[in-house]
Nanobody, 116 residues
Framework: QVQLVESGGGLVQPGGSLKLSCVAS????????MRWYRQTPGKERELVAG????????NYVDSVKGRFTISRDNAKNTVYLQMNNLKPEDTAVYYC?????????WGQGTAVTVSS
């Protein structure tokens, strides 16, 4: 079965950096677009970044452009989210996701708190 396991979250000061990782299993990782979402209490889950399986092309929500970088290592079945110049409004639980056969799969999430 599909499993997604995120790690790398934590507490960081504004302006700091974190790198999130998501290890995938149960499907052919290299064949699927991978995405990072985030969610704060009372709000809908927001798409943060995506990376295609075919050419590795990426897309980002406007609020993180120039600060976040999504990447993938198909040999390790892992997708990353490098987050730089973090802001308090980046505080959220971050989830990686894959969509297979019209079903969205999610990890358990990793919490990121940006605070001084």
């Amino acid at each position: 079965q599909v499993q997604l396991v995120e790690s790398g979250g934590g507490l960081v000061q504004p302006g700091g950096s974190l790198k999130l990782s998501c290890v995938a299993s149960g499907f052919t990782f290299s064949s699927y677009t991978m995405r990072w979402y985030r969610q704060t209490p009372g709000k809908e889950r927001e798409l943060v970044a995506g990376i295609a399986s075919t050419d590795g092309s990426t897309n980002y929500v406007d609020s993180v452009k120039g600060r976040f970088t999504i990447s993938r290592d198909n040999a390790k079945n892992t997708v990353y989210l490098q987050m730089n110049n973090l802001k308090p409004e980046d505080t959220a639980v971050y989830y990686c996701s894959v969509r297979r056969w019209n079903v969205n799969y999610w990890g358990q999430g990793t919490a990121v708190t940006v605070s001084s």
